[in-house]
């Protein structure tokens, strides 16, 4: 039979070698399992659970006749709340004239992969998203090394290192992007790494793109700090409100970008992208993220609050990994983990598995725990090593989710909390345990 001819031709995404979000396409996987009856640990997907705050869903409501498209910038009280947020709890030097507001801040960072010049420098491990931006936007990448022994540290020698052969090798890097806390470890950047990063970047008249959406999910063990604070007139920082108001379904992102001309230059290339691709952020969300930035006492006890609940729920799983001789970085911001199963690469392999990818595909069909290979966040395919969410479990539904959050209002002790209010998060460790066992008798 003759091939049917068709009247497209493609450009696949594909064919540049990208595939589905990883992120996204496990949570749909892990739903049509769920609606199949089946039990799935949900460790694969990132998403903050906590139910809308009262207030912000009341703005949402009192808003809902608003329908007409907005400045494609954004509205001028928004970006002047976001402006004053920002400058009062992350010391950023943010002017709402520099301020550009988007549908999540995705569409925001490829906007800024097609308006700025230069390969875009990115660390080991890194979000899964950035690199398909770049090479979408026809941009080059190149990876500054990251490795477990070190615990995926961000080494401002070895960033020197990698700009200096990268241009050896005929590149031209012209952003670095940076993530803190991170996705996928969970790690913060210090103040004294992000200064020494900052001081590079100007000599080496790199720009920053400084993704802090995790900023307010911070554990208290290292305090979170913005690369714009070292490096003002060349770091554009990236947040919204999905990650510490649970609102990734309200898309609303934010650039914050330098208040200087070359700033004013950029916001007039990202004013000019937003118009022709999505033309204005929906317009109620807009009204009702004002609220969001608007310093509101309950609002600002509500963002701390979810926060503590996140990073109990993250310990207490890394706390079992790290029981179980997994490496794993210890988590100092978000709800993610890393961990390490180069230990058992004997017994994996005689399982078959040598790849990331293959190690989460059996943890899936074998123990029903989902994950994400390490390969999804541009670690080496080879390198054994997971993200895990805690974000997930328990919090399945909206109504397990104000349970938790109900419960912790209770009593908020940890070991109380965890021990009485999260079954599916004990029967998950449980079950990475049964792993461990199941690979050390591999072993003998």
């Known amino acids: 039979m003759a091939e049917e001819r068709s009247p497209f031709r493609f450009l696949a995404a594909s064919a540049r070698g990208l595939e589905p979000s990883a992120t996204l396409a496990i949570n749909e996987l ?26 912000i869903a009341e703005a949402l409501r009192a808003q809902v006749h608003q329908q007409s498209y907005l400045p494609a910038q954004g509205l001028r009280h928004v970006r002047e709340a976001i402006a004053a947020f920002y400058q009062d709890r992350f010391r950023v030097p943010a002017h709402p004239d520099r301020i550009i507001v988007g549908p999540g801040s995705k569409p925001l960072i490829y906007a800024l992969m097609l308006a700025l010049d230069g390969d875009l420098l990115l660390t080991t491990p890194s979000w899964v998203s950035y690199q398909p931006h770049a090479l979408l936007a026809h941009k080059a990448s190149h990876r500054v090394p990251g490795v477990p022994e070190n615990n995926y540290e961000l080494a401002p020698a070895q960033l020197s290192d990698t700009i200096t052969r990268v241009r050896m090798n005929g590149g031209d890097p012209g952003i670095l992007m940076l993530n803190s806390p991170s996705n996928p470890t969970g790690r913060v950047l210090d103040a004294q790494t992000l200064e020494a990063v900052g001081a ?76 022709e ?14 609220l969001a930035y608007s310093d509101d006492p309950e609002i600002n006890a509500y963002i701390d609050e979810c926060a503590a609940i996140h990073a109990i729920r993250t310990h207490y799983l890394w706390t079992h990994i ?53 390969s999804a966040f541009g670690s080496p395919p080879t390198q054994l090593s997971l993200r895990l969410s805690s974000s997930y479990l328990d919090m399945e539904s909206r109504e397990k989710a104000q349970a938790i959050l109900d419960a912790y209002r209770v009593d908020p002790d940890p070991k109380a909390f965890m021990s009485d209010h999260h079954p599916a998060t004990n029967r998950a460790s449980q079950q990475l345990g049964r792993v461990i066992e199941y690979f050390e008798m591999q072993s003998n």
């Open 30 to 55: 892990i739903n049509d399992l769920w609606d199949q009856g089946r039990e799935v640990f949900h460790l694969g997907f990132g998403e903050s659970r906590f139910p809308v705050h009262p207030k």
């Open 200 to 275: 590079i970047c100007r000599q080496e008249n790199i720009g920053i793109l400084s993704d802090e959406i995790y900023g307010l999910i911070n554990h208290g063990s290292v305090p979170h700090a913005s690369a714009s604070q070292f490096y003002p007139e060349g770091t554009v920082v990236l947040g919204g409100i999905s990650k510490h108001l649970s609102l990734g379904g309200w898309r609303f992102g934010v650039a914050v970008l330098p208040n200087t001309e070359a700033g004013g230059r950029l916001l007039k290339e990202l004013r000019v992208l937003g118009g």
């Open 277 to 290: 691709i999505w033309s204005a952020t929906t317009a109620p969300v807009q009204y009702a993220a004002q």
């Open 322 to 374: 790290i029981a179980m001789g997994i490496r794993c970085p210890r988590p100092e911001g978000g709800f993610y983990l890393f961990p390490d199963f180069e230990w058992w690469r004997e017994p994996l392999q005689k399982l078959g598995v040598t790849t990331s990818a293959q190690l989460s595909l059996f943890l899936l069909e074998k123990f029903q725990i989902a994950t994400l290979p390490g």
